[in-house]
């Protein structure tokens, strides 16, 4: 509905309360009024109404530019809202990391994508502690991280992701159906870098076990090049080894270790519209078990 700006602007573009009327689907008292409410606000006569038609008076002439300007900012205002509602142009900034941007959000974004087809994801990869502060930051509307390793924000935990052995070929714990952190502590051991908040250390350090770290990498799969080169053994979650696992040997660790991984927001209330709408997507498809994102 226009407001009393557009109408007005209306009247003097047609030069007629009738034609204005007829072209909004107003009654003529309707613009009439608008017109009055509008005189009476600037208190002062801006139309100057005559048999053969309508002319501004000279505070009318004064004011219509200022009237032009507000009727355009209400026109750009409520495209604006219709841009954002049918999500055109909108960009979704997702702080995440390895397995979420491998395995989880690809078939969520193209679903979305099938009914939003004009937005546009950044995925900015990085381990909890930076995408935590991207978060804070506002560098990204929202993240996905170990909730464990998350403070002073919003957490939702969507599933739980099981830490596994990993081990080259022929190595002498092969044998072994179960392994347990004391078997690995002797081993030179490639710890997957998950910045301040490390699932495995976590785990030694709670039994008083002190492993050998030779290396400490950020991309696992770089880790599983160097297992294959028999540089050392390593724990990583199971997901990361969907597709990758050949040519190596993954056994269950005795002592489950596991991340919550979390949907991770500052405030949904003021998180932008486009990126609220994908994040609700994913807590529903979770919600609803989706096999596609499983």
Not at 26 to 37: D, I, K, L
Not at 105 to 118: A, N, S, T, V, Y
Not at 126 to 144: C, L, Q
Not at 180 to 191: A, G, M, V, Y
Request: proline content about 4%.
């Amino acid at each position: 509905m226009l407001s009393r700006y557009g109408i007005f602007c209306g009247v003097i573009e047609h030069k007629s309360f009738t034609r204005t009327a007829e072209k909004l689907g107003y009654s003529q008292s309707a613009v009439s009024q608008a017109v009055r409410a509008l005189e009476l606000e600037t208190e002062t006569v801006l139309i100057d109404r005559r048999k053969d038609g309508i002319t501004l008076t000279p505070d009318g002439e004064q004011y219509l530019p200022y009237f032009q300007q507000i009727h355009q900012a209400e026109q750009n205002l409520e495209r604006k809202e219709q841009e954002m509602k049918g999500l055109k142009n909108s960009v979704v900034r997702i702080g995440t990391f390895t397995s979420v941007s491998r395995i989880f959000l690809p078939g969520l974004m193209m679903e979305f994508k099938k009914e939003h087809p004009d937005i546009r994801f950044i995925l900015q990869q990085g381990e909890y502690t930076s995408i935590a502060r991207w978060v804070e930051e506002g560098s990204v509307d929202f993240g996905f991280a170990n909730a464990e390793a998350v403070n002073n924000l919003h957490t939702q935990i969507l599933y739980r992701d099981e830490m596994v052995a990993v081990l080259p070929k022929g190595h002498r714990l092969a044998k072994k159906e179960i392994v347990s952190l004391k078997d690995l502590e002797t081993e030179p051991f490639i710890l997957l870098d998950e910045g301040e908040y490390s699932v495995p250390e976590q785990a030694f350090q709670r039994r008083g076990l002190h492993p050998r770290i030779e290396y400490k990498v950020y991309d696992d799969y770089s880790i599983l090049a160097m297992i294959r080169q028999r540089l050392g053994v390593s724990i990583l979650y199971r997901r990361v080894l969907e597709g990758f696992g050949a040519d190596l040997v993954i056994r269950p660790v005795k002592e489950q270790m596991e991340r919550p991984v979390a949907l991770v927001f500052r405030n949904w209330d003021t998180m932008p519209y486009a990126a609220r709408k994908f994040a609700s997507y994913v807590q529903m498809k979770v919600e609803a078990g989706d096999q596609r994102v499983f």
